[in-house]
């Protein structure tokens, strides 16, 4: 039989403890900033004769971030954004990510490009939900060679967590001779949330019909 | 295995991962740009699964919340009790809640299990607490808007957890100067600062979470549901972090038991580890401090 000395077994115990606390430290941060607002996003890519102008991105809010929203902004609490709530929200809830490239990085040919303003602003309210819609534009002529877009969407405060919806995450509004081809899947050259996590991205490549 | 358990230990306090994100909510209130994006160092599915539960487990509460208000039945409050206690523990096993700071105050001093129980359950408290009041006061006492409140009243509860740190990490860190200068007697070093203080400096923060699980039963007139799932999430959100301050605890008893044959060398141990907690203390919170300038 197999004799354990009690040495051996507080040495383990130890071990133990060591690799739980270790992980422990690992684990722990001191942020209070973890996400406090879900959204679900989808894109709509838009190409005209020369190449892509930009893209449309539409977010929808979990209820209760939607509320906390709608409680301020919905003054005659009609469920309905009327042109000043809207211009009331663009103003105190959603300017402020400008900071942050309005939380969608984006790469062309693996340089990044500086969402510097948004067009077409909306809000509205669906089934109790806020959804903002907006336009990016990103100006890439189509060439003999294949372009190469990168598009991640992500919040850098780590507040709020963003994820493409599962049905439909992206459109592609094609009125080009273009090629153009399109998946989403993680960005492995990016790490966000204290480096633990790849964003989720679109990648996308287009070119002139051969 | 002595020596390279008590180094690992040590390199765990000295490599504490310390974040630049202290933001409020990015969408409400101005912020410093703080971000650039790096090249990867790992990647953690514990994060991405936790950020996951706490998506489905907020969109399930919103559902049945909506089904007490059209049923007027009670049989989903229970359900919604046990989910927002599930939220509370997921909440805060994620990044936040100022886990590090409690354990490097823990480290710093001698709390039994008893009250290193106490410490976390009233950190988690008061920060659940202090939302549940928050969103009494402003909706029903002020009548004003909640995001721009939340935002200040975050900001200045921010100035004064994080002053408060820092001097509770000076306080630490001149005591255990003074150990190591005047080697005083070991009934003298058994006193630690006060455990409820430093909660309270830890926890005052309203914790958005439960702000924003209360604005939505109050927006269907269910206040009452909203202050019991509040004081839900705060339960939850206490397993957590007394379950981490206990871990912490137990590996700090751990790596001091390997020197324990050796009176010297414990005290010297010990005394090192309160200093750099006392340093760790004053560090964080200063830094938290010169995040909201």
Known sequence: ?210 | MNKISIIAFLLCILFLPVSTAMAGNPFTSKQKQQHSAISPQGQSVFYVTIVMWQQKLRQKMADLIRSVQTTKRMAPVFFLMACSFAYGVIHSAGPGHGKAVALSYILSCKPGISKGLIFGNMVALTHGFSGILFVLTVKFLFQTQISGSLETVSHITQIISFSLICFLGLIIFAKSMYKWIKKPAPSQTQRFANPYITALAVGIIPCPGVVMVMLFAISLNLTWLGILLGIFISIGMATTISSIVVLGISGKSAVLSVTSNHKKRFATIEAAIETMAGLMITGLGLFFLLTLF
């Open chain 1, 1 to 210: 039989m197999l004799k354990i000395s009690k040495t051996e077994i507080n040495r383990g115990i130890l071990k133990t403890v060591l690799i739980i606390f270790g992980f422990l430290f690992v684990m722990v941060d001191i942020a209070w900033s973890h996400p406090h607002v879900f959204i679900a996003q989808n894109l709509k890519i838009v190409f005209d004769e020369k190449g892509m102008t930009g893209f449309n991105v539409c977010w929808e809010f979990d209820d209760m971030f939607s509320t906390m929203i709608c409680d301020d902004h919905d003054k005659n609490k009609n469920k309905i954004l009327e042109d000043a709530e809207v211009a009331s929200i663009r103003e105190t809830a959603f300017s402020y990510i400008a900071e942050f490239n309005y939380f969608i990085y984006v790469k062309i040919d693996g340089k990044p490009f500086q969402v510097k303003y948004v067009t077409d602003f909306s809000a509205r309210l669906e089934k109790g939900k806020l959804i903002y819609e907006f336009f990016i534009p990103c100006h890439v002529s189509a060439v003999k060679n294949l372009k190469r877009i990168n598009i991640a969407s992500y919040d850098p405060t780590y507040y709020s967590a963003i994820y493409f919806i599962e049905q439909h995450p992206y459109e592609i509004n094609n009125n080009g001779p273009f090629e153009i081809t399109a998946q989403i899947k993680e960005d492995k050259s990016t790490s966000i949330y204290y480096d633990m996590v790849h964003p989720w991205a679109l990648f996308l490549e287009f070119r002139i019909k051969q």
